[in-house]
């Protein structure tokens, strides 16, 4: 049987430069791997079962949308192979309906949020003058569990009828209705931030909700802004969690509160910036990279 230290799963087009990136990170930490895209899963599935092929560790950016992938991953999870993310994890971290309520219980601050019932359980939502009124308008309509690129997610509502038709997409879901939060400004910058979690290591990023541009944060403006409090929040983030890599949106608002709006983003869109204009800056990707390199050396050393 082939023995391999690592494999990277991957089935997104945009995906290979990252994937390339963080091969060379292997590369450069002798960690011996396979990038196995798409085309690959059929073969890698057979190897897999009949135990022609091992691995002592595995990325996985692919299973959540592919079956194959997602029956190579599960036989692997079987066999005791740490994997990047877990796919139970995964399962967990991504109903933003639980999060929510594990947030709060946590101490972290989260904008106010009504959360309904499927729409083939209960068709009508009743709110109480006294939602609507904390809930204000516009405000943000999200299913619980469709996730990535705010797919399903209606961001200016202004009444119910927008609840009920919105829901109507995706019948089996729960959905939250949530404030809208405004962050406040900073030097003519909007104070919202994506920040990466990667195996104990978080890198921040301005991120603007309304154009969806990076900037990364220097040493000197979480200094400046006092930013410092966001890396403690997404290592909360994680106890709750438990992803070893993942990202979250948070904004910062005039009365000094620090929100957490995008619970937990559980497949990173990596992107470089250098190829796209709404990438991840390329330095921030390279050391995420480095970062799941570390980590991976040091789960193989252990298996």
């Given at each position: 049987?082939?023995t391999i230290?690592c494999?990277i ?5 945009y995906?290979a430069d990252?994937i390339?990136?963080l091969s060379n990170?292997?590369h450069?930490?002798?960690i011996s791997h396979?990038v196995?895209h798409v085309?690959?899963?059929e073969?890698i599935?057979?190897?897999?079962r ?7 560790a595995v ?5 959540d ?5 997602e029956?190579?991953?599960h ?7 740490p994997?990047l993310?877990d796919?139970?994890k995964i399962?967990?971290?991504?109903d933003?309906a639980?999060?929510?309520l594990e947030?709060i219980t946590a101490g ?14 209960q ?6 003058l ?17 996730t990535g690129g ?7 509502a202004?009444?119910?009828?927008e609840?009920?038709?919105t ?5 089996d ?5 949530q404030q809208?939060?405004e962050?406040v400004?900073f030097?003519g910058r909007?104070a ?8 104990g290591e978080?890198?921040?990023c301005?991120?603007d909700d309304?154009t969806h541009?990076?900037i990364?944060?220097?040493q ?9 409090e ?15 890599f993942?990202?979250?949106e ?6 000094r509160?620090f ?7 559980e ?5 470089l ?5 709404d990438g991840?800056p390329?330095n ?20």
């Amino acid at each position: 049987m082939k023995t391999i230290d690592c494999a990277i799963f991957y089935e997104w087009e945009y995906d290979a430069d990252f994937i390339s990136v963080l091969s060379n990170k292997f590369h450069s930490k002798n960690i011996s791997h396979q990038v196995i895209h798409v085309g690959d899963f059929e073969r890698i599935l057979e190897e897999v079962r009949h135990r022609t092929v091992s691995f002592k560790a595995v990325v996985d950016r692919a299973s959540d949308v592919d079956d194959t992938c997602e029956a190579i991953v599960h036989l692997l999870k079987h066999r005791e192979i740490p994997i990047l993310n877990d796919p139970s994890k995964i399962l967990h971290a991504s109903d933003k309906a639980s999060m929510h309520l594990e947030f709060i219980t946590a101490g972290i601050h989260v904008p106010y949020t009504i959360i309904t019932s499927p729409y083939s359980s209960q068709r009508e939502v009743k709110l109480s003058l006294t939602e609507l009124a904390q809930l204000g308008r516009p405000f943000i309509i999200k299913p619980a569990n469709t996730t990535g690129g705010g797919i399903g997610v209606v961001t200016g509502a202004e009444d119910l009828r927008e609840v009920v038709d919105t829901r109507q997409h995706n019948k089996d879901d729960k959905y939250l209705l949530q404030q809208k939060i405004e962050p406040v400004d900073f030097d003519g910058r909007r104070a919202w931030f994506r920040p990466f979690y990667v195996y104990g290591e978080v890198f921040v990023c301005w991120w603007d909700d309304l154009t969806h541009l990076y900037i990364e944060a220097s040493q000197e403006e979480m200094e400046k802004f006092d930013l410092h409090e966001i890396k403690n929040i997404v290592r909360t983030i994680y106890s709750v969690c438990g992803l070893d890599f993942f990202s979250t949106e948070i904004a910062l608002t005039a009365e000094r509160k620090f929100v957490v709006i995008d619970y937990v983003n559980e497949i990173c869109d990596m992107r470089l910036k250098s190829k796209h204009y709404d990438g991840v800056p390329d330095n921030v990707v390279e050391a995420i990279a480095d970062q799941i390199a570390a980590g991976i050396s040091r789960m193989i050393e252990v298996h």
